[in-house]
Structure formats: C-alpha cells, structure tokens
C-alpha cells in the first residue's frame, strides 16, 4: 500500500469520526434538551438539528488553525478593545462572524483569547486578567468589551468578580449562568464549575457586575436550557432572546450579532 492510499485512508478515517462524533453530539444534545423547552413542531426540530449540524460540520475543522491564528481579529487601531471568549471544547474560531459584523461597525481593535477548556473556570478568568491587562497596555485604553460565549460567560464573570477585570460591556451568549442540567460526563476540571448547583455557579448568583451585561439566549438551545439558566436580569443585566437556533449555530445567526453590535455600540 503507498503512502498516499495510506493517507487517503487516514484522511477518510478521520473525517469519518468527526462527521459520526458531531452527529451524536446534535442528536443526543436535542433529545436531553426535550422537557426543558417549549413544544415545537417536528418540521422545525428538524431544521434547527439541521443547522446546527451543519454549523459544526462547516467551522469546527478550522479549529486547530485557530490555535494559532487569530489572536488579533482586526479593527480599528483605537477604540475600546473587544476580547472575544470561547466556551467548553471550543476557540477563538467561532467568533468569525461575528468579528466580521463588529469590523463592519467600526467596534475595536478585536482580540481571541484562547485558554484551556478542561481548566477550571477560576484558573482561566485568572488567565483572562493577564491577557485584558496586556491589550489594555498595548491599545492605551481605560477599560475592555467582552463577547462571550457559553462557558466564556463564566470565565468573564468570574474575571470581573475575583480580578476586578475593569469591563465595559460584556455580552454572553448562551452562557449557562445557572449551570447546566446534563447530569452525563463532562470533560475535564470544568466540568464541575459548569454543573447546576457548582460552588461557582452559586457564587456567581450572589455577584452583581459594574458593568454593562447582555445575556442573548435561545429559547430551544440544546446544551444550556431552559433559556432562562441564562438570565441576568436578577443581577442587573438585560436578557434578550434572538432565536430557536441551537448551542454553536446561535453565534452565526444574523440577529446574533445585530445584538452584540447594537449593544456595544451603545
């Protein structure tokens, strides 16, 4: 067998676990999701599994290469920094779209942060300090906007709350600020923060950021439902809902980043 059958064979093998990997994922993701939701049609289920599949099938591959790209996202040279925060099993590739509609607003200079998912949620909100302090120093500005979304949203909070991270605005997006109801395995140290009733997730109920918050959710997201695990309002943020769409397609959608555009420019 030559070398490029056996890389052809690699290749193929590969694809195929990811196609297969991903397509669990959406399945049983929205099935745990039923009961937690409001009742919909079968034709609109379908169509949002749908895209959400295909939003993972489209993106995800870019991952490792955003691994090492993307630290700068563009935008102006001078304005109020905008740091894009990732969630669980995620990077800084799926804030592409929505970095594209933040240029477009003239909102920026955009920064990706990367960080360890498995870590837990304090030793990465630690990370995200350092990191905000150095593009405050590099851009001269006073203070940051964050986007965040899923577990980002915790990382930002507990950023603001135990380092004083001086923030603008911050939006999350899906972020499950009550926690989440799967009960099933979860990956890694954050696993435990990002669990309903977590010591972190208790801690964060009592917090009441200085800033600015927007939690956009999904009334039918199939990892962190039901949509009001998402809610700020009780800690005086503003709650917006922008769709059906599901837990990774919610950050590709149109009025996705019509929110966090509008918001942050205030």
Known sequence: MTFGVVALVATLSVAGVFVAGTLIYVVVSYVSMVGHVPA????????EMGRELATALLY???MPLYYFVGARFGG???GVPVILVHGYFQNRVDFIVIARGLRRAG????????????APVSENAARLAVFAERVRTESGAAAV?????????????????SHALPVRRCVTVASPHAGVLWRGPILGRSGIDLRSGSTLV???GEYRAAAKVLSL???HDNVVHPNTSSQLKARGGEDVIVGEMGHLSILFARSTVDAVVGFLAG
């Open 217 to 219: 959710a999904s009334t």
């Open 60 to 62: 995800q591959p870019l």
């Open 202 to 204: 208790k801690s964060h």
């Open 40 to 47: 919909r049609g079968l034709g609109a289920t379908l169509r």
């Open 145 to 161: 906007d964050l986007v965040c979304h899923s577990m980002g949203g915790l990382v930002a909070v507990e950023a603001m709350r």
């Open 76 to 78: 102006p040279a001078r």
């Open 107 to 118: 909102l920026g200079p955009l920064y990706g942060f990367n960080y360890p998912w498995m």
